[in-house]
């Protein structure tokens, strides 16, 4: 979730990172207008293209719902309570996808197929020059906590 204008950005930046680990799955966010009271819905997927040649795939960008149609699906707003509900809803819905890419995620580290993309604006080779791009990211990967929790029914 973030600002309309700082939202593509990290969009992008996920569906990097997550294509470089192999795994080629959409990306749900939301925005917002900090003087609205509404939520929007964004979808992000990466094109499927050849990328030996260095050149990042392209990213595709689904915006749902339109202020002029306030009940349309996709936006959401937080003064209304039926828009809530449906809020709520979405966000229940995507569960069982979330529980896929943490599983996705946590499976053994060394069987992950990664593919070495750099994709970092704040990249920089000279500062990265030591061991194997796979070694890095395994070492990195061992290191991060489990982001978020999935509570049993």
């Known amino acids: 979730m973030s600002q309309?204008?700082?939202l593509f950005g990290l969009l992008a930046s996920v569906l990097y990172q997550r294509y470089s680990f192999g795994l080629k799955v959409p990306v749900v966010g939301l925005t917002y207008n900090p003087v609205h009271p509404t939520l929007q819905l964004v979808i992000a997927w990466l094109e499927e293209c050849d990328t030996s040649?260095?050149?990042?795939?392209?990213?595709?960008?689904?915006?749902?719902?339109s202020s002029n149609?306030?009940?349309?699906?996709?936006?959401?707003n937080l003064c209304d309570p039926i828009s809530i509900l449906r809020l709520s809803a979405f966000?229940?819905?995507i569960r069982d996808?979330?529980?896929?890419?943490?599983?996705?995620?946590?499976?053994?580290?060394d069987s992950m197929p990664l593919v070495p993309l750099i994709w970092q604006s704040d990249f920089n080779q000279e500062e990265?020059?030591?061991?194997?791009?796979?070694s890095k990211i395994i070492t990195w990967l061992r290191g991060v906590p489990e982001t978020f929790h999935v509570p049993a029914d």
Do not use: I, K, W
């Open 4 to 6: 309309r204008d700082d």
């Open 53 to 65: 040649d260095g050149r990042l795939p392209p990213v595709h960008v689904a915006v749902g719902g």
């Open 128 to 134: 990265d020059s030591g061991g194997s791009f796979q």
């Open 91 to 93: 966000l229940l819905s």
């Open 69 to 76: 149609h306030p009940a349309s699906l996709g936006l959401f």
């Open 97 to 109: 996808q979330a529980e896929h890419l943490r599983g996705l995620v946590l499976r053994t580290p």
